[in-house]
């Protein structure tokens, strides 16, 4: 099982480029997740969606955007990247709302992403 | 707002001791409660999580953490731990009682098992 796949694993950006983070999962959830995780501070929320044709924001949804045309795959565009989204992205999913019903969030490896 | 403190950034430990990492958070209302581990550049994993009955969690690898409420605090241990647990591990909660719920994450704590 492969669970959650995320590409590419590291990349390098110029300030004003964009870029589409890739993820899919092959468990059947419905709701996926994308967060960062930045050095000193504990993961933020950017967005997330409940299933196919659904996303919201979450508390940094400000220079991203994302898409869900399918149950398997959430891509996270970033436009006009800028060094403060320098981070790690992690795509996550759950089968149900974690929020609502504690269910197990599961993670992929992560994106190194660095903006220069 | 609902925060979360790991009391600790980095806990050296040598393989077989065992170990405690400690994780508080501020509001006392119904909560849901996690603990997740990354190990070296892979994803989180979740190690075990308290939603509600047994104060007493068992989790994977041997680990297990006590919910005390009065305390606010859920703190992870394993009694003998070994090189393969070196790893940053994660704290979350939620707080349920309302329906604008987020998973608040802590800043994590750095075992490191050293032989």
């Known amino acids: 099982n492969a669970g959650v796949t995320q590409t590419p694993k590291f990349r390098i950006l110029k300030i004003g480029q964009s870029m589409t983070l890739q993820c899919t999962q092959d468990m059947n959830h419905n709701y996926m997740y994308w967060y960062r995780q930045d050095p000193g501070m504990g993961l933020k929320l950017i967005y997330y969606?409940?299933?196919?044709?659904?996303?919201d924001k979450g508390e940094v949804p400000n220079g991203y955007n994302v898409s869900r045309s399918t149950t398997e795959d959430f891509p996270l565009r970033l436009e006009l990247a800028a060094p403060s989204q320098t981070s790690v992205y992690f795509c996550a999913s759950s089968f149900q709302g974690a929020y609502h019903s504690g269910n197990t969030i599961y993670f992929g490896e992560g994106s190194w992403l660095t903006v220069v | 707002a609902q925060s979360v403190t790991q009391l600790d950034s980095q806990v050296p430990v040598f393989e077989e001791a065992p170990v405690e990492l400690r994780c508080n958070y501020s509001s006392s209302v119904s909560v849901y409660l996690f603990w997740y581990v990354q190990y070296p550049n892979q994803g989180l994993q979740l190690l075990l999580k308290y939603l509600s009955g047994s104060t007493l969690v068992k989790g994977i690898n041997g680990f297990e953490a006590e919910f005390n409420k009065s305390q606010t605090s859920f703190h992870l241990r394993k009694p003998s731990v070994h090189i393969s647990d070196t790893a940053e591990y994660f704290c979350?909660?939620?707080?349920?009682?309302?329906?604008?719920?987020?998973?608040?994450w802590g800043l994590g704590t750095s075992l490191a098992v050293n032989p």
């Open positions: 969606s409940v299933g196919a044709g659904i996303t």
């Open positions: 979350a909660v939620i707080d349920i009682a309302g329906n604008n719920r987020k998973l608040i």
